[in-house]
């Protein structure tokens, strides 16, 4: 969390201090040296996650073998980015700035075959130690180009300078807790796992694709303006990603290994991991749409003014996000990734397609409104293939009851129209109690929110719990 709040001051002080056309070189070549990025992993994180975390004696192999094609896929990647930069129609500074950012994404990249260590033992400080450093980085990096005046290069660099030092970072702790890398070129092994992989690295191309495409389009049928306005409000969603993501980072493990130990407590793990990421989805989406106006205007100033009816439409691809981490996981945990190859398939050219349509027609409108019919796609495919494997998904739980819940709150927020701190916090509460009145927080969550309060908080909470249980309540 400190290094996702981080990351979104430094993203709201580039923004605002570059402007929207120079801020969006900026999401360009972020968006673009994230797309060639893929082609880095190929899977391969996943599956060393899953099979480590299953197996630790396998930790040497999959980390000498997995590093090599690392290191060889991450050349060879950087590669085609500076060549695709000078086939394409780009000014100088455009190709500058991806070179630099470019090089920050492929050592980010490499650096994965570490990071993945961490997750298949479950060591997560080390992790989050190095978001942290990332973020501390990026955070008085920006602080100092925008005070020195050093522009969108400056701004470039200082993300180069800070992958390179988180990758060091988690080279030691790497070392020091599974042994040093020693590369590996078992080349039996190595057409093992790309086999094994390759869904997981087909799902995940087309998948970051179908996201990346649209800040991709609106460059080619668009302008830098358009592109910074869009990505000033993709980033205020895509900076609340973080849950999802270090949620379904720290359940990968756990969940490989129950499908093997305990396939009941899988599904309820499953269900309950649903259940709470929608809870915290919805109210989000709805109180972000409602209050947008107040949100751009207090973070990004009058200049994004255009930013505001895309926040209002983009925000509800939020909960599909959310639900798609933890569907993704579970597929990959139970070893059906192969069937999630023609989903995101699919999806890739709805995102495609849909984005040229509706850009041309709508501009940043038409990308936030295939990207929110793109994600609740992918959330419907991902649910039949849970369901067909035996995993079903408790609607009434996961959508029905915290959407309700969030209707309520979102009425009440925009008729009482507040200061923006004062309508969150009257919206937390407001939802809060829709919660409880509709019974969507029952005994056996608050049984499970009780392992991790405090026990003094736990213990007032009985307290005016104890005379409702009493007379049946």
Known sequence: MIGYVLAFFYTLYSARYLGTSNFGIISFATAIAGLF???????????TIREVARDKTQTAKYLGNHGSIKLILSITTMALLVLYVNFGNFDYLTRFVVYIIGSSVIIDAFGGTFTSMFRAYEQMEYQSVSEI???????????ICVFMNYGVIGIAMVYLISSAVVMFYNFIMCSRNYGLIHFQFDFGFWKHLIYTAFPLAITSIFALISFKMNTIMLNMLTTNSVVGEYT?????M???????????????????????DSRDMLDYSYKKSLKYLSLLSFPISMGTMVLARKIILFMYG????NTVPILELIIWALPAIFLSYILGTSIASINKQHETVKATFLCLILSTVGNY???????????????????????VFYIYIMHHAGYKVPVKD???KPLLASIVMGIVVYFLDLDLFVSVFVGIIVYVVMIFILRAFNTDDYNILKQLLPESLINKIEKIRKPKIEKGE
């Open 238 to 260: 895509q900076a609340l990603i973080f849950i999802p993501t270090v949620y379904s980072t720290a359940v990968l493990p756990l969940f490989s290994k129950l499908y093997v």
């Open 232 to 236: 000033a409000a993709f980033n205020l």
């Open 357 to 379: 349509i509706l850009i041309s027609l709508f501009s940043g409108i038409g990308a936030a409104m295939i990207t929110i019919l793109n994600e609740v796609s992918m959330v």
């Open 37 to 47: 990025a893929i082609f880095t992993d190929l899977g391969l994180s996943t599956l």
């Open 133 to 143: 450093i990332n973020a501390v980085i990026m955070f008085a990096g920006v602080l």
């Open 398 to 400: 996961v959508v029905i």
């Open 302 to 305: 009058p200049g994004y003014i």
